[in-house]
């Protein structure tokens, strides 16, 4: 702490300590959506939606298709 004071990254303690708590806001909310995101994968492999890949070539085909869909949905080249 006193090694980022002196460098001058932060004016003060408090300064030092607030930006401190935001990354810990950041990393909780990240960890949050990251759990969201799990558990709605499980619910999707419980209801049957998922595709089972027994090949390097299924799986790059069902690659292809994510990214197709990501750049209808966004308008936005996957491959940029």
Not at 32 to 60: K, P, W, Y
């Amino acid at each position: 702490m006193k090694k980022r004071l002196k460098s001058g990254a932060y004016k003060n303690t408090e300064e030092l300590v607030s930006a401190g708590l935001r990354l810990l806001e950041a990393r909780e909310k990240g960890i949050d959506a990251l759990r969201t995101e799990i558990m709605r994968g499980v619910d999707d492999i419980n209801q049957g939606r998922f595709t089972t890949c027994t090949s390097d070539g299924d799986l790059g085909e069902v690659a292809q298709t994510i990214a197709r869909d990501a750049e209808s949905e966004s308008g936005v080249l996957a491959s940029q």
